[in-house]
């Protein structure tokens, strides 16, 4: 899942088509999550957001382990974002596992650190920001996919030599099924054991020719990623996906770029701007957006931009566009009719 910042997450297309097939629609989810259809289906979010995403999942789904598998073998190839892609059409189960661990990079809040020693291999998955832990079906599904890669890649019915989960993660006798191996819960670290001869078995998905063009574009792809936004655009992208009903603080923002809120005050003040203009500005953006979309009525504009009532939204909004909120909509996208609470 393609990301910009520590804490900026795209959702691939291909997870709706595969919960489609499931029988759970993007609204479901987006019902269940409590967030606007079209930010999880068509922009970016942030690590909460999509651990919310996950977890109306999981909760629609019903046993997390159930989740688990179902997703899991459900995608179909085609629908991998380029960053699996690459790791699919790899030379090796142990090329794949760490083309994943490194573009596992551009793709928070999970990160995958491999260690081969002896006759083991393990994968150890750890959350970018400490104190954030993501929904146990998450944590299964990603160490389930590790798996299916291998056993997809190589064309054989390989099976792992333990996995360890932190948290309870449903019916473990399904994971147990799945993985081929005992199942530990409550343990110290989320992580994959394999054979590490298992990693030697060529994967008969291998395509040169499609690995030569895909690895530098992910490669300079990643290099930029690591490269530093200005503070503000990551600031305000951060605000617009935090507001849905309420208002972010300093300290909520700074958490989220692992930062004290001293510290980003002195970072905004040096790029010569204020939390309060951001903020300021971000509504005002987020505010022409909503109201271009006619399905939103205003008192709903104004609550997913964090206005507790609609007069204080007006008041605002009159003086950024020295409108009200229903006659720039009319004006701007020339309709005669739109919803509306005022």
């Not at 994959?192 to 690995?211: Q, V």
């Not at 305000?236 to 980003?264: C, E, H, Y």
Request: glycine content about 6%; charged content about 25%.
């Amino acid at each position: 899942m393609k990301s910009h910042t520590s804490d900026q997450i795209k959702i691939p297309p291909g997870f709706w088509a595969g919960l489609s097939q499931l029988g759970i629609t993007a609204q479901d989810v987006a019902s269940k999550a409590n967030l606007p259809l079209s930010q999880i289906t068509e922009s970016e979010v942030t690590t909460a957001q999509y651990f919310a995403v996950w977890q109306a999942y999981s909760d629609l789904i019903g046993d997390t382990a159930e989740g688990i598998i179902k997703l899991a073998t459900v995608f179909e190839t085609t629908q991998y974002p380029p960053t699996v892609l690459a790791t699919y059409h790899a030379k090796d189960y142990r090329d794949a596992l760490n083309r994943m661990v490194r573009y596992k990079q551009m793709c928070p809040p999970e990160s995958l650190r491999i260690t081969e020693e002896g006759e083991l291999c393990t994968i150890e998955l750890e959350w970018q920001h400490p104190g954030h832990s993501g929904p146990p079906l998450l944590l299964g599904l990603t160490l389930a996919f590790l798996l299916e890669l291998g056993r997809r890649g190589t064309g054989l019915p390989l099976t792992a030599q333990l996995v360890e989960f932190s948290q309870p993660i449903g019916n473990v006798k399904i994971l147990e099924a799945y993985f081929g191996c005992r199942i530990q819960i409550d343990a110290q670290y989320n992580r994959l054991t394999l054979r590490r001869n298992d990693l030697n078995h060529p994967f008969i998905s291998y395509n040169e020719e499609l690995l030569e063009i895909l690895t530098p574009v992910l490669d300079r792809t990643l290099a930029e990623q690591k490269g530093t936004r200005s503070i503000t655009e990551r600031v305000k992208w951060i605000m617009k996906r935090s507001f849905n009903g309420g208002r972010p603080d300093i300290q909520a923002v700074a958490k989220v770029l692992s930062m004290s809120d001293r510290t980003l005050q002195r970072r905004l003040t040096e790029e010569n701007t204020s939390f309060k203009q951001l903020l300021t500005q971000a509504r005002h953006e987020q505010a022409r957006e909503y109201l271009a979309d006619p399905s939103l009525d205003i008192k709903e504009v104004a609550f997913l931009i964090g206005y507790e009532d609609q007069n204080s939204f007006y008041r605002a909004f009159r003086l950024w566009e020295g409108d009200t909120p229903s006659n720039w909509r009319t004006e701007h996208l020339g309709l005669n009719s739109i919803p509306s609470s005022s």
